[in-house]
């Protein structure tokens, strides 16, 4: 039998302090819960209305190309394509949301000017550049946007898990000990308290 079990009035105070604490967890693991829902879905909001923009921008930069291959020929565009930089400029950094680390990308656009000459390209070439470009940006807060969506789900199931851990084993488990505590003491006392009288009436 587990000594903490034991009806003393020291175990009584040891369970209502952990019934208290239990209690205040589960409030605390329920604003948790609850703050990291409002901001997935904020997350999810945003990542809807970046979906719709890259849709559209993905057709529009793909009929670029496609008018870019034409004009110019695909080896031509090829060709052209590996003058432009590896992009380098991306940094990632994090913030925290009630312990959840969710990441922030901190991105410099590309405003430098082509790196193919104007004289042997015609301006579909510069659309095309123009359109991938809002491409990769969008990917990029995208990605950033579904990842942190990702990390929230996940530290939402893990405080979901422990909300209801505590309100459906610990508190309903310390709630009952303090009762049966409570109960067995209370009947000591009555014992206590008739067994005194009954001694009183015997000196009487």
Do not use: W
């Amino acid at each position: 039998m587990d000594p903490r079990t034991f009806p003393t009035k020291g175990n009584l105070i040891l369970a209502k302090n952990s019934l208290a604490l239990a209690n205040q967890g589960y409030e605390l693991m329920d604003k948790k819960r609850n703050i990291l829902i409002r901001e997935l879905m904020e997350l999810i909001d945003q990542a809807k209305d970046i979906q719709e923009q890259i849709d559209s921008t993905f057709t529009h930069a793909y009929k670029c190309l496609q008018h870019a291959n034409i004009e110019h020929g695909i080896s031509l565009v090829s060709q052209l394509a590996y003058t432009i930089p590896i992009e380098d400029s991306i940094k990632i950094k994090s913030r925290s949301i009630m312990g959840t680390e969710i990441p922030l990308v901190d991105y410099t656009p590309d405003e430098n000017q082509p790196t193919y000459s104007f004289s042997t390209t015609d301006e579909s070439i510069d659309r095309a550049r123009e359109a991938f470009r809002k491409v990769k940006e969008l990917t990029i807060k995208l990605s950033m946007i579904e990842n942190a969506a990702y990390r929230l789900a996940t530290n939402i199931k893990k405080t979901q898990k422990r909300a209801n851990a505590l309100k459906n084993i610990t508190i309903p488990t310390y709630t009952t000990l303090v009762s049966s505590i409570s109960n067995a003491l209370e009947e000591k006392e009555r014992e206590e308290f008739t067994r005194l009288k009954v001694i009183k009436q015997r000196k009487i």
